[in-house]
């Protein structure tokens, strides 16, 4: 293990990393220790007819613009639509759950409890409705099956001492495979600065960066 001095050796996407492609309602991509971005939220964290707009205008967008994507024609799908993903769930829609505290310490103690056994933790913050996460996972580690864990984990401490019952996470999840440094801490600014963005007082959040990350973005 690195010592909190210095950095992990991250990996990023390149033209030669080999990509394991899966689909639910979303595209998902594996890419073994490729560092990655990722969002999940609550399953009322969006109303469903702006989903459906936005699903229906992203499908058609996509069957005009086959992958494997040049960068400009990504940045221009993720300025498109993760961007306004992004201000909808900051906008604060549904019951906000993460927002009690004692919620947001469940998705915490849960995010952290395989952190250095299947995955490296870079940063993530818990917002009131969803969640974003900074990290490379290990190679024999899906990340369907990390976020899968992550959910179900969660979701059993909550219901368990809230009482409450159903689907607790949004079925899906977003991904963004990190290309380079500048890509990376721009995501881990992004991070940084999610609940100021969105009108957020403390109390209403948790915000974690490796200690090697809050240097660099110091």
């Known amino acids: 293990m690195n010592s909190d001095s210095s950095h992990p050796p991250l990996r990023f996407l390149s033209e030669w990393t080999e990509i394991r492609k899966s689909r639910n309602h979303l595209p998902h991509w594996d890419a073994g220790r490729i560092a ?8 009322d964290s969006l109303p469903a007819d702006l989903l459906s707009e936005w699903r229906a205008e992203r499908d058609a967008w996509l069957a005009h613009h086959p992958q494997p994507w040049p960068p400009e024609t990504e940045a221009a799908y993720h300025k498109r639509f993760s961007t306004r993903i992004d201000q909808a769930l900051d906008a604060g829609h549904g019951s906000c759950l993460l927002g009690i505290m004692e919620n947001a310490a469940f998705v915490s103690d849960t995010l952290s409890r395989r952190n250095a ?6 940063s993530w913050v818990i917002m009131p409705n969803h969640v974003h ?3 490379s996972p290990f190679p024999e ?4 099956g990390l976020v899968a864990g992550w959910k179900r984990f969660s979701a059993t401490r909550i219901h368990k001492e809230s009482g ?3 689907s607790l996470w949004q079925k899906d999840y977003f991904d963004r495979l990190i290309r ?5 801490l721009n995501v881990a600014r992004y991070i940084r600065r999610n ?3 969105a009108g957020l007082i403390e109390g209403c959040f948790l915000l974690y960066a490796a200690p090697w990350v809050q240097r660099l973005l110091s």
């Open 36 to 43: 990655c971005f990722i969002t999940f939220r609550l399953a």
């Open 117 to 122: 056994l299947d995955y490296l933790l870079h």
């Open 133 to 135: 996460v900074l990290v």
């Open 141 to 144: 580690k899906p990340l369907s």
């Open 164 to 166: 409450a019952t159903g």
């Open 180 to 184: 380079d440094w500048e890509h990376f």
């Open 195 to 197: 609940p100021v963005k």
